[in-house]
């Protein structure tokens, strides 16, 4: 009887393992052209979208995800390639602000106030890329984060009928990141999920004209 259920849990966990590496290969490959690394290559548009993350961890160090969108979003905003940024991040406490954290720093570094919008209601990926085009009325922006985020969210953007691309922010070396990359297989299947149910947005609101 042990070896028989042993037998059958075996089976089970391989099964779900190929689901879960299926859905990845999946998300990777349709959405790699899409994608770029080199702001030559890249084709303009007006909205950057911002992916929102904490600055700092729990250590007191900076989180390098952060850092390293910064210095994507940055890049694009002054070689032109994107005209306006929209930072879309969690603010669902009052002593946590992912898109004030971001636009101040980028102001720091030069970038226009009036060129950065905020969406505070960015919980999570969905929300900000339905919110993108719902409340700040973008059908066609550049996705700016990690790749393996920016896979993720153009995924979820076309199956929403929108037209991104992605700017790849720098990576996190995988003895710094391995968590994240674990965290974001699983998060991919629940991506799917999400999207045969029709999930939306925590909160939608009142429009705002990007201009």
């Keep these: 009887m042990f070896l028989k259920l042993l037998k059958y849990g075996l089976l089970a966990l391989f099964v779900t393992l190929l689901f879960i590496f299926l859905i990845d290969l999946w998300v990777q490959t349709s959405t790699s052209e899409q994608i770029f690394t080199s702001v030559e290559e890249m084709p303009k548009n007006k909205v950057g979208l911002l992916l929102g993350t904490r600055k700092m961890l729990r250590s007191g160090y900076i989180n390098l995800y952060y850092s390293h969108r910064i210095d994507a979003a940055e890049q694009l905003f002054k070689s032109g390639k994107i005209e306006f940024i929209l930072i879309s991040g969690d603010n669902s406490r009052e002593e946590y602000d992912e898109p004030t954290d971001m636009k101040n720093d980028l102001v720091e570094r030069g970038v226009p106030e009036n060129k950065i919008y905020l969406d505070y209601a960015g919980f999570r990926t969905l929300d900000s890329v339905i919110r993108a085009n719902a409340i700040f009325g973008q059908e066609k922006f550049t996705v700016i ?61 009142e429009k705002i004209e990007i201009t």
């Excluded at 691309?165 to 999920?193: C, H, P, T």
């Design 145 to 205: 984060s990690q790749p393996f985020h920016n896979e993720r969210a153009i995924f979820i953007s076309e199956k929403k009928g929108l037209k991104p691309i992605g700017f790849n922010a720098k990576d996190v070396s995988n003895r710094y990141g391995w968590k994240v990359q674990v965290r974001e297989k699983l998060a991919r299947v629940k991506m799917l999920l999400d999207i045969i149910i029709g999930k939306q947005p925590k909160f939608y609101g």
